[in-house]
């Protein structure tokens, strides 16, 4: 048995081995346009008496409870809830013990209005000091109306730490979008990605677009408030609304989700930056100003200078809309984004970039854009050292699926379906990762389309000596072993 054990698992290592090499290689495959058609459920908002929405029992309960990193190590959560009567309790118990809290944290009390609705007291709490690799409980409120939670710090901020990331974006509060959550919840993942629109509640009008603020809020409650989310803003975000008098934009989105920008030098909640085990997640806003010189710009060719990647190998953007698109809905939409951003993407070596806005799946090759001929026309290569541009706008919004992709696939695009699901990365070590994306075929989660993500940095020329030096390293101990 034991022998039997020792070749197991260097068969395993040498599979993983096997899949770091043929990662290496260059793209030559012909990209795949799933045949699969969905049969979809209705693409409307779940009714306000379904039980996600419900209120919690007890007199001003908290409600909405949710949480993101808080700082830039990982180290500190924000821990956001709503009470509807009364600002009280503005504070959070936490401890490392089930019903045992020895800390207390203050948070801050705030509330708006949108049109004639009126939010309630919204709160936000930063727990900071925590250990790594920590379970801690907490609790809000007192009483029959005081609600527990928990939620698990990340390991320290190391090469290889392993971790697994999800991936959601435009989710909306829809069956479909019960279906993409359920299904990411029993994934395993341990931080959601969210790549831009939350709620939906700007295709409602007067008090409605608040109330769906609220219902949305109760209904992601059910991850978010045991794991970070990590936000960044879409279209369906700005509440631009002159015919309600709102010409504020992100009004709702600002009020209700904070993020920590201010740890990473940004000027604005809309882009900032954390370090998460070994990635460094970098977070961009395709509806604020991001040209040469605007305060976007600036900040991310600083924030760039300061990522480490012997400290965090895996270097991983966010934004809402793709710059690499063959659907119909949005086409070329992010190509001024890109004009702008994407040298830099291949000057740093960015791992890859996930985006949302179309509302179905596709993944890209390594390709660029930046290298231009002598007429200034620029073609899509393949290119070794851009990153994979991932679209998961497909959490199951009532917008419905952008059937309509463009035909012929490019050869720029390696796969593409129009479905609902989400996606998850699992960071291995400082070389490899694990990528899946699922399809909730009919209520089923189905693993469609996978491959192994290899590290730019740590897989580059000049660096493949040290990246076999440590394959033959981990098949030696497991010989050993």
């Not at 010409?247 to 909640?269: C, D, G, M």
């Not at 977070?283 to 976007?296: I, N, R």
């Not at 699922?438 to 989660?445: E, F, I, L, S, T």
Request: glycine fraction near 6%; charge should be negative; aromatic fraction near 16%.
């Amino acid at each position: 048995m034991l022998g039997n054990s020792k070749m197991q698992c260097l068969f395993l290592q040498l599979v993983f081995a096997l899949c770091i090499v043929i990662s290496f290689l260059s793209f030559g495959n012909a990209g795949i346009t799933s045949t699969f058609i969905r049969s979809e459920w209705p693409s409307t908002d779940m009714p306000l008496d379904n039980e996600v929405f419900a209120i919690p029992k007890g007199y001003n309960a908290p409600q909405q409870v949710h949480i993101t990193q808080g700082d830039y190590e990982g180290k500190a959560v924000i821990i956001s809830w709503v009470t509807p009567d009364e600002p009280e309790p503005n504070s959070v118990q936490y401890g490392t013990s089930d019903k045992s809290y020895e800390f207390t944290a203050e948070g801050t009390v705030t509330n708006y209005t949108f049109y004639k609705y009126k939010s309630g007291y919204i709160h936000h709490c930063l727990v900071g000091d925590l250990k790594y690799d920590t379970k801690y409980y907490y609790k809000i409120g007192s009483g029959d109306s005081a609600r527990e939670f928990w939620f698990q710090t990340p390991p320290k901020v190391d090469p290889d730490a392993s971790y697994k990331f999800g991936i959601i974006g435009d989710l909306g509060q829809t069956f479909n979008s019960l279906s993409t959550l359920q299904h990411y919840m029993k994934s395993g993942g341990q931080t959601v990605l969210f790549v831009g629109d939350l709620s939906y509640a700007d295709r409602y009008q007067f008090n409605d677009v608040g109330l769906r603020w609220d219902t949305w809020g109760r209904f992601a409650e059910q991850s978010v408030a045991y794991q970070p989310w990590i936000w960044s803003a879409g279209n369906h975000e700005i509440e631009y609304m002159p015919y309600m008098d709102e010409v504020e934009p992100f009004k709702s989105y600002i009020q209700r989700y904070p993020t920590p920008y201010l740890a990473s030098n940004s000027s604005s909640p809309l882009w900032y930056a954390i370090r998460r085990a070994s990635a460094h997640i970098i977070v961009l806003s395709a509806y604020s100003p991001f040209v040469k010189y605007t305060p976007q710009w600036h900040w991310l060719r600083e924030e760039l200078e300061r990522v480490d990647r012997e400290k965090t190998p895996w270097l991983i953007v966010l934004m809402h809309v793709p710059c690499y698109n063959s659907n119909e809905a949005h086409f070329q939409e992010g190509e001024s984004i890109q004009s702008v951003f994407e040298s830099w993407f291949v000057t740093y070596r960015v791992d890859v970039v996930f985006a949302g806005h179309v509302h179905a799946y596709e993944r890209s090759y390594r390709i660029s854009s930046i290298n231009y001929n002598a007429s200034g026309y620029h073609d899509t290569v393949p290119d070794k050292s851009a990153p994979i541009y991932i679209t998961v706008g497909d959490g199951g919004n009532q917008e419905g699926l952008a059937g309509r992709f463009r035909d012929p696939q490019p050869e720029y695009s390696a796969f593409r379906e129009a479905s609902y699901g989400h996606s998850t990365l699992e960071i291995r070590n400082r070389t490899h990762a694990l990528y899946h994306w699922n399809r909730n075929d009919d209520g089923k989660k189905v693993a469609t389309d996978a491959f192994v993500l290899r590290n730019q940095y740590w897989a580059h020329n000049h660096r493949r000596r040290k990246l076999k030096k440590h394959i033959q390293m981990v098949i030696r101990e497991n010989m050993t072993a």
